[in-house]
């Protein structure tokens, strides 16, 4: 029996694997311009992290998580998230005492939630995500959020919609929740069980239960936007603000609530419009998590970052048909021809690739037609001829498949005049 790839899982294989690496790379272009830093964190953490981390009430950890006992008796998680992570490691490295704050990181890896796959949904997924952490100011959520709508633009993908709301601090929160346990109370065991035991731990919950989303208490529960107190407006008002002033047009959508417990104030997500893309249309998500360093145990400092995954950017861009820029070509085919040209033709190639030229040869023994098409195929620039006459002389054939033009070579220079041609 064949042994098939997990559920949620997929290979990417040659062909989709340069697309990968033309987003991770521009992922890293604007990271460097926006001068963020890149941290590479475990892929599994202590579960306890993702616990208070991200939230125990919270769909992600109760139904989500790949979790295991080592065999130290520890649990472990494979981190469903970066964020816990990422201050996991500013806390316990204590990358607040460094002089450059606010501490700006991001990642690019995988993520693993056990969630019911289907199109851009998946068991593994790669996250490219960004964490400012260390500043209150309202121009950096404003940058975080500006540096995930230009990589977007950047890569160009068109219907990109940014949606806003602010989720206040503390004391607007513990308003708002008190107004959600009223509301929800005398008809809880109209809900499922999850949202009746989160009723009194976490009733911001409720608002993203699938199950009930369509009960009519749903669409008439109390809205954060009335809740929260003059501070969270102004620092609210003062992020539409820069955005506005980065011509950045957002949607307010006053019951975006977020999946992960540990944001306060802003919270965003943005989504593409238009056919061909499926059910799930929202490409990255984020906020301000403004008790979360603390919570991990580190001093009391406001964070706030976004995260998005690769496998839905690239869904989306196939579904618009937006082709990125890929080069498979290769420089030089030595094409070669009797026992003594395919020995001299593998030191020739690999003196080729230590100047920089891009060099394939035949392993299969193939006829020199057979030889041609392969060079075609890999669309080589040059190929390069070697037989037995050209040994005997000391020269190679070059031929421009561009121009078509041929030109006899002395094996001596040849690596040289191929190098002077890349
Ligand atoms: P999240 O909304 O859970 O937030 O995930 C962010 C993004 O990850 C989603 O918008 C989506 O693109 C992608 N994603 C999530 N689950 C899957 C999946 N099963 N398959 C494919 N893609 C998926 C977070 O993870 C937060 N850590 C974001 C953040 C960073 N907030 C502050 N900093």
């Not at 697309?19 to 963020?36: F, L, P, S």
């Not at 816990?84 to 991001?106: H, I």
């Not at 706030?304 to 990125?324: D, N």
Request: charged residues 30%; aromatic residues 10%.
């Amino acid at each position: 029996m064949n042994i098939q790839i997990p559920r949620g899982t997929q290979d990417i294989l040659p062909g989709q694997s340069e697309i990968w690496q033309y987003v991770e790379q521009k992922a890293h272009d604007i990271c460097r311009r926006y001068n963020y830093k890149e941290i590479r964190t475990p892929i599994f953490e202590h579960t306890e992290l993702f616990l208070r981390g991200v939230g125990d009430t919270t769909d992600i950890v109760q139904k989500e998580m790949y979790t295991f006992t080592d065999r130290g008796d520890r649990s472990l998680t494979l981190r469903p998230e970066g964020t816990a992570s990422a201050v996991r490691a500013f806390v316990g490295n204590k990358l607040f005492g460094n002089p450059s704050q606010p501490t700006k990181l991001y990642y690019i890896g995988q993520m693993f939630r056990y969630e019911r796959p289907q199109s851009g949904r998946m068991r593994q997924f790669v996250q490219f995500g960004v964490e400012a952490i260390g500043s209150n100011d309202p121009a950096i959520d404003a940058e975080v959020i500006a540096l995930a709508m230009e990589f977007y633009r950047e890569l160009g993908l068109k219907n990109v919609k940014l949606v806003i709301n602010s989720l206040g601090d503390k004391e607007s929160r513990n308003a708002h929740r008190e107004a959600l346990i009223q509301h929800f109370q005398p008809r809880i065991d109209e809900f499922c069980s999850d949202c009746q035991s989160r009723l009194e731990k976490n009733p911001l919950r409720i608002l993203d239960c699938k199950k009930d989303r369509d009960h009519e208490l749903m669409a008439t529960a109390p809205s954060i936007i009335n809740y929260l107190n003059g501070q969270s407006v102004a620092y609210f008002e003062k992020v539409k603000m820069y955005l506005q002033d980065m011509n950045i047009s957002y949607v307010l959508d006053p019951n975006l609530v977020r999946g992960l417990d540990y944001y306060t104030n802003t919270a965003f997500e943005i989504m593409v419009d238009g056919d061909g893309f499926g059910a799930i249309t929202t490409l990255c998500g984020g906020g301000r998590y403004n008790g979360l360093v603390e919570e991990i145990g580190g001093p009391e400092t406001g964070g706030i970052g976004f995260a998005l995954s690769i496998e839905r950017l690239i869904m989306a861009l196939e579904a618009q048909k937006v082709t990125v820029p890929i080069d498979e070509t290769l420089d030089c085919y030595v094409v070669a021809l009797g026992e003594e040209a395919k020995d001299k033709a593998t030191s020739l190639l690999f003196e080729l690739r230590k100047a920089g030229v891009r060099a394939e040869k035949d392993y299969l023994d193939r006829k020199l037609k057979a030889q041609f098409k392969a060079a075609d195929r890999h669309q080589a620039k040059y190929t390069a001829v070697l037989g037995e006459d050209e040994l005997k002389a000391n020269k190679i054939n070059v031929k421009s498949m561009d121009s078509k033009e041929q030109e006899e070579i002395s094996l001596d220079t040849f690596i040289e005049y191929m190098k002077a041609r890349v």
